[in-house]
């Protein structure tokens, strides 16, 4: 009987003690690893909402007039979807900031009020009200209420806010102070301390006693269906916050707050993404706050899950061990938690077999399952990747500063210098009258098939098919754009020999190069857009391309190509000073005679 006594404590305390264990690493994994997952990806977001935003029309979204400007309703779409889509954010909205009067201003307010709304903020503490189904609420620091309620800030009581109502007059003090009066109405109007609010007024400065002094009190009006936050409002908060806002702005660097911080509605993390000019530098910011109390209902909702699972493991370990079979447990558990690990560090292929005839079967071959699922998939992705390349080349891209293609947005551009290679076939419309459109398809892409791999190799890449011609751009060493002209003249060379006795036209190129700063982008519009490079210079080497027919060579670049070669490596020699269609600049041109 002792020893039976004995073994149901073992029992039960071995269960605890695995339970307990579990549990902490669930905890630790769960609550802090995952947060902080999560509070980088809302990170990600605010950057890549920073970066969808075009900085100069950013700036011009800052006054009443903004509303009436389609890019502000579009923008506003743009970020009231997010909110929709991700209900945990609070709060989101972008700033601009004001260099002459050194203030951030609202631009775009994400949040569409859904009644009136009054808003008081302060320094120091914020809340807004607004009616519903006849009866006033107030929300402050993410909780409502319907009447009187104190004022916190650091965890300290600053002041108390009382609400009288009297036959649908409503009054608001602030510690005996009336800082508001309104009555029920379709239509608030709210008379101040100095002034009325109204639909036609809808932002008041004023000051009232506070402490030994006084404060200034900014009061708001959202109305129903439009933005809370009107363009060109100042944006207020605690003196802490506001040099914080202004710290990170100067730095130029996105940022997500470690641990979440006192404003004047609450503690909250808040994500900032960096508006970036075209010359990359800080314009304004997009806001992503996160409020601590629905981050804690995040967590808790982590922890609820987990604890499903918690409590039938323990029930399951402390039938197990009392009936004497630890060792069933514990080793499929190791190779359980073993595989997991594997998964983790992306090992899919392999296979763990268990055969206990329970659970532990199960999941293992839930486990297999999910691994082979997470493998297609993954393929899948990688296949696409693959794809889109084709069509969005990996250096397009990499120009850009994207990773990849879902971050591109429409408008999304820069400026550089780049070499740009035009290459075309001679006559090829009167080569393809002569034949069949299958044979033409097979004929030009067996020569494409040799050309892609030539520019890729000298360092360019394509950036179109202009049918039979090629557009290629050089970031790098103008060198490398002349190596691959001399190289595809070669290629030509050797294809035509292919050919011989084949029944095959000849085939003859032309390539024109040229150097000059260009805009690399995105046009279009949000359903279908493309990438493209606008400049003169681009225009330019179409025309000394097509000259190629003129003099009768395969290859002509530009006198600026020339100066940027230095020592000439190929026989060269100078053709003619050419005007360009519509321009007043002529271009010195020049043959470039391969060996």
């Known amino acids: 009987m002792r020893i039976r006594r004995k073994m149901v404590v073992l029992s039960v305390l071995l269960s605890l003690g695995i339970s307990l264990a579990v549990g902490y690493s669930i905890y630790y994994v769960a609550i802090e690893n995952y947060t902080q997952l999560f509070l980088k990806s809302k990170l990600d977001l605010a950057k890549a909402i920073a970066a969808s935003i075009d900085a100069k029309v950013h700036e011009t979204l800052v006054d009443e007039k903004a509303k009436k400007n389609p890019e ?65 609420l107030i929300e402050y620091d993410r909780d409502t209420y319907k009447g009187d309620f104190d004022l916190f800030k650091d965890g300290k009581k600053i002041g108390q806010i009382e609400v009288q109502a009297n036959d649908g007059l409503y009054t608001i003090t602030l510690d005996e102070t009336v800082i508001l009066e309104f009555e ?63 710290d990170i702005f100067q730095s130029n660097q996105d940022y997500i707050d470690e641990q979440p911080i006192y404003n004047i509605y609450g503690r909250t993390w808040v994500a900032r993404g960096i508006i970036r000019d075209t010359s990359g530098n800080p314009s304004g910011i997009v806001n992503v706050e996160l409020h601590e109390k629905d981050i804690e209902q995040f967590r808790y909702s982590i922890v609820r899950s987990f604890v499903l699972v918690v409590v039938p493991l323990t029930i399951l370990v402390f039938i197990l061990v009392y009936a004497g079979v630890e060792k069933v447990l514990i080793r499929p558990l190791k190779s359980i938690i073993g595989r997991v690990k594997e998964i983790e560090e992306g090992e899919m292929s392999g296979i763990l077999v268990l055969k206990t005839g329970d659970e532990f079967e199960m999941l293992a071959d839930n486990l297999n399952m999910m691994a082979i699922m997470i493998n297609s998939q993954t393929l899948d992705l990688e296949t696409q990747a693959k794809s889109f390349e084709r069509f969005v080349p990996k250096e397009f891209l990499k120009q850009l500063g994207k990773a990849v293609i879902p971050t591109i947005s429409l408008g999304d551009s820069i400026e550089k210098e780049m070499t740009v290679l035009f290459s075309d076939i001679w006559s090829f419309t009167a080569m393809s009258e002569k034949m069949a459109p299958r044979d033409i398809f097979t004929y030009l892409n067996r020569y494409l098939e040799k050309a892609g791999p030539i520019i890729r190799s000298h360092g360019g890449f394509i950036d179109k098919f202009i049918g039979d011609a090629i557009m290629a751009l050089f970031p790098g060493n103008p060198r490398n754009a002349v190596d691959a002209s001399v190289a595809l003249v070669k290629a030509v060379e050797e294809f035509n020999q292919e050919n011989e006795g084949k029944n095959l036209p000849i085939l003859k190129i032309g390539v024109g ?83």
Do not use: C
């Open 184 to 246: 029920k109405s379709e239509k608030l109007s709210v008379k101040t301390r100095s002034g009325l609010l109204d639909h036609t007024t809808r932002t008041i400065e004023g000051e009232i006693p506070y402490g030994k002094g006084k404060m200034a009190i900014y009061y708001y009006l959202s109305v129903k269906g439009e933005s809370q936050s009107e363009p060109g409002t100042v944006f207020q908060d605690t003196e802490a916050n506001l040099k914080k806002q202004m």
């Open 72 to 136: 502000y309703q579009r923008y506003l779409r743009y970020l009231n979807s997010v909110t929709i889509t991700e209900p945990i954010i609070t709060y989101l909205y972008t700033l601009y900031y004001d260099k002459i009067n050194k203030q951030f201003i609202y631009a775009i307010d994400a949040q569409i009020a859904k009644s009136d709304i009054i808003w008081v903020e302060t320094q120091d503490f914020a809340f807004d009200m607004y009616l519903k189904n006849g009866e006033l």
């Open 513 to 595: 190069i040229h150097i000059g700063r260009l805009i690399l982008g995105t046009i279009g519009e949000m359903e279908r857009m493309d990438g493209t490079v606008i400049s003169d210079a681009v225009n330019a080497t179409s025309r000394i391309e097509s000259l190629t027919r003129v003099y009768q060579t395969s290859i002509l670049v530009s006198g600026e190509i020339m100066e940027k070669l230095g020592e000439n490596p190929y026989q060269s020699r100078y053709m003619d000073t050419v005007a360009l269609k519509g321009k007043e600049i002529e271009l010195k041109i020049y043959q470039i005679i391969p060996d």
